[in-house]
């Protein structure tokens, strides 16, 4: 059963983080022409990746912790989890907040908007690409071997 939890959670978490992050924000972007509009929804969606990873991560932690095994692997898993959770959080709650005071008055963006929003966008990427780890099966091996 606990082996389905962490499935179904990380499918979830993940598959969020992904499908906002590359399908529907880049989407809002290319289909309206409206960028303000486009960039209030793509936030709402970032809120809620934010909201989901502050409730993912603990479960996926406590998940993990479950096994009761102490091994580098699950260090590994646990740094991880942290890891993806901390970015999609920071993302939200220090970025963002940032880009609203890089605006204008009017609501353009501002000269270091662009330089704000390239730093949340890598660690958007960062931590989504850090998901990938979690994700994958069997050991990690990353010792030399002779002969091959």
């Known amino acids: 059963m606990r082996v389905f939890l962490k499935r179904l959670v990380l499918t979830v978490w993940l598959g969020m983080i992904w499908s906002v992050g590359y399908l529907a924000a880049p989407i809002l972007f290319e289909t309206l022409d409206d960028r303000a509009l486009a960039g209030l929804v793509a936030g709402k969606l970032f ?5 989901v990873s502050l409730v993912a991560g603990p479960i996926m932690a406590f998940l993990i912790m479950a096994t009761g095994e102490r ?3 699950r260090s590994l898993k646990l740094i991880c ?5 901390l970015s999609m959080v920071s993302v939200h709650w220090i970025f963002t907040p940032m880009m609203e005071g890089a605006r204008l008055p009017d609501g353009t963006p501002g000269e270091s908007f662009l ?8 660690v958007y990427l960062l931590g989504s690409l850090i998901g990938l780890v979690l994700l994958w099966p069997g050991k990690i091996d990353l010792r030399i071997r002779k002969g091959a």
């Open 47 to 51: 809120t809620t990746v934010a909201w």
């Open 71 to 73: 091994s580098r692997r």
């Open 81 to 85: 989890v942290l890891l993806v959770m």
């Open 115 to 122: 330089m704000i929003h390239g730093a949340s966008s890598v």
